[in-house]
């Protein structure tokens, strides 16, 4: 069903058997309109309609958002599709920076589209199950009594149950393969025969599974923090755990090397358990009755996802602990809590698309049992992230096959990836150059955040300006082709600035949590 219903979408099918639906004409052109903001004066929109079940083409539409900066370069590479991951991450506005990051004359080559995949954003239907379900305060997620552990598991299938009563309809539709054969209909409606495509995280394995169904479709693709394709879903999310924890540790490393400023201890091992008993008071007191311990993870689960952060969540972590001061762990909770924990319609995109993917355990012992094993090795965020994907075990469609990215037809790639990246660990990007034919994976040494192009380290954004303006790629090295040397670290603030601002921290609102 598969492969025919790609080609339905490709269009390649010239006979069809009894009783089989036609397919659709090519879509209808863009109507493309000024749209731009300051920052991207020359930011286009667009909506496009695209059918529900790309199998009848024929049957129900629902609509893509769309952005575009187009070339200005006499001659056109064609369009560059982005994505920022999630599922569920909004791709409108990345579209401008990424237009705006790259250097001038690669970007006046390319059409840069970004789009909301099926059921995100402007997208209609926009999906939104069960709004404020990460309103705070959130039971403790790790289940040390059997209450806690009710409380979580009714909230898991009471979400999962919205879902299933507000887009019946919907959700048997919303897979990672049917949004990829929404990019080839807006390829097709772009006029394009090829596209390029970049994305990152969760969008690697989008940008993937396109070339595996369109591998003749794809001009250029570049993958950054890679997905591990072989672990969709529930594994992928047990080795996120790992990397996390690692991750949060090397925050209590470096609150530890600046301890003249947080005086919090200059031992690990010592910061990391004053964060576990400042954990263990919220549980008891959330600050300001809004962060209470599964507040607080959230808070601290986008440290993982970019060092950035770390000032601002150093700063709260020891205005609480010295001077019982809860303002500040309040605003980095406002920062970058809230926004992962309650974007309600990303996180219902997220939890569609990965329940309707794969295959999830449903007996629920089996979590129990993955959950604490993995909690005994590495506690930060394991509880945190099975009740994130807890719905899965409970969700009303059953599961889609996973697809295969082995890909020996594709044009040579390029993927990037992070030796420490906690949201997409490395083994990720390693398996995903194996699987990609004459691929080419250049490796951020040491790094640690997810999202690594295009976020301020000249090494990494040359190889990206090389491949985009004439597919060169670098080649060489038993498993990496490149090495470039980690971005600095941060170091404390000086000044009490209202936000972090920079090239990294741009991207990385862009990109969003969660994957």
Known sequence: MLCAAAALVAGTVTALPAGAAAPAPAPAAPVWKKCGTGDHPTLQCASLPVPLDPVRPSGRRITLALTRVPHTAKTSEGPLLVNPGGPGGSGLALAGYVASALPAGVAARYDVIGFDPRGVGRSTPALDCAPRHFGPVRPDTVPATDALERANLERARTFAAACGRAYADVLPYMTTTNAVRDMDAVRQALGAERISYFGYSYGTYLGAVYAKLFPGRVHRLVLDSVVNPTGVWYADNLGQDYAFDARHRALMAWIARYDTTYRLGTDPARVAARWYAMRAALAKKPAGGVVGAAELEDTFVPGGYYDGYWPYLAEAFAAYVHDKDTGPLLDAYRKFGAVDAAGDNGY????????????????????????????????????????????????????????????????????????????????????????????????????????????????????????????????????????????????????????????????????????
């Open 348 to 515: 219902s995109v997220y939890t569609a698309v990965q329940c309707r993917d794969a295959s999830w355990p449903r007996a629920w012992n089996r979590w129990q049992a993955d959950t604490w094993a993995v909690y005994a090795k590495a506690p930060f965020m394991a509880w945190n992230n099975a009740w994130y994907n807890a719905p899965c075990a409970f969700w009303p469609t059953g599961p889609a096959a996973p697809v295969s990215i082995a890909n020996t037809e594709l044009p040579p790639a390029l993927l990037f990836q992070a030796t420490d990246d906690a949201a997409t660990p490395y083994a990720g990007g390693v398996t995903a150059h194996r699987l990609l034919a004459r691929s080419s994976l250049v490796v951020e040494e040491g790094g640690g955040n997810h999202g690594i192009s295009l976020s301020g380290n000249a090494c990494l954004d040359g190889y990206l300006a090389a491949y985009l303006t004439d597919g060169t790629l670098p080649h060489g090295g038993p498993v990496a082709d490149a090495v470039c040397p980690k971005s600095p670290d941060p170091a404390p603030r000086t000044t009490k600035a209202a936000a972090p601002s920079s090239a990294g921290t741009t991207l990385h609102r862009l990109l969003g949590f969660r994957g």
